[in-house]
């Protein structure tokens, strides 16, 4: 989405573009953007006269970036309970549906099967 600062061409200030939506019956099938400052109405995107904004200064480059660690190896991923089939959550206790043991989210078991 483009900045929704306008120029707009009947009063000539630069206001606020309003995005509604367009609806046949109860189906959304356009947007039309409105002039806050004077109530103008533009049909489409293409036609609103957007004001662009300056780019930001890059302060960093590519080489600034720091590197990514990994904490867990591949097949570590997706093993705690949350993610075991046996996982059962009710409002008042988490369990473990295979030993019935209360259990946390993020604990890691040896029954462990992919929900």
Request: proline residues 9%.
């Given at each position: ?16 573009a309003?995005?509604?939506p ?28 957007f ?18 660690i990994?904490i ?10 949350s ?5 059962v959550?009710?409002?008042f ?13 993020t ?9």
């Amino acid at each position: 989405m483009r900045s929704m600062e306008i120029k707009c061409r009947k009063c000539g200030t630069v206001a606020i573009a309003r995005p509604e939506p367009v609806y046949e019956g109860f189906k959304k099938t356009a947007t039309s953007y409105i002039c806050t400052e004077c109530g103008e109405v533009y049909p489409t995107e293409a036609e609103t006269p957007f004001v662009s904004k300056p780019d930001r200064p890059a302060l960093f480059s590519e080489e600034d970036k720091p590197e990514v660690i990994s904490i867990f190896d591949d097949d570590e991923r997706r093993r705690c309970c949350s993610w075991c089939r046996h996982f059962v959550v009710n409002p008042f206790s988490q369990r473990c549906g295979l030993t019935n043991r209360e259990t946390d989210a993020t604990d890691i078991c040896p029954h462990f099967e992919p929900a």
